[in-house]
Nanobody
């Protein structure tokens, strides 16, 4: 199993920045990719971005994340980050990191392990 713990959420004004951290432990050598998701009240969970764990390459960004969010990882620390800039009120959601052991990981069901989530609230 892989355990994930997110941190770094909070309240920020529109235009501000936050960096989310996801610390992983357990069977990390089995990880194929990590991803960040978010879920706003009354909405489905949305895939924001992914990164291949071993190489740090093959980054994917949803349209809502392009140009403002950056995913990167530190293998030595078993940690993945989400840098979020120019935040908007519509970015308000619970943010989750997740781990996939699959070769294809572009959908939520491909992720076997999830963190508990961290709340991000952007005020206007």
């Amino acid at each position: 199993q892989v355990q994930l713990v997110e941190s770094g959420g909070g309240l920020v004004q529109a235009g501000g920045s936050l960096r989310l951290t996801c610390a992983m432990s357990g069977r990390t050598p089995t990880i194929s990719a990590t991803g960040w998701f978010r879920q706003a009240p009354g909405k489905e969970r949305e895939l924001l971005c992914t990164i291949r764990w071993s190489t740090g390459s093959s980054r994917y960004y949803a349209d809502s994340a392009k140009g403002r969010f950056t995913i990167f990882r530190d293998n030595a620390k078993n940690t993945v980050y989400l840098q979020m800039n120019d935040l908007k009120p519509e970015d308000t959601a619970v943010y989750y990191c997740a781990v996939s052991q699959q070769a294809t990981y572009s959908y939520p069901n491909a992720y076997e392990y999830w963190g508990q989530g961290t709340q991000v609230t952007v005020s206007s």
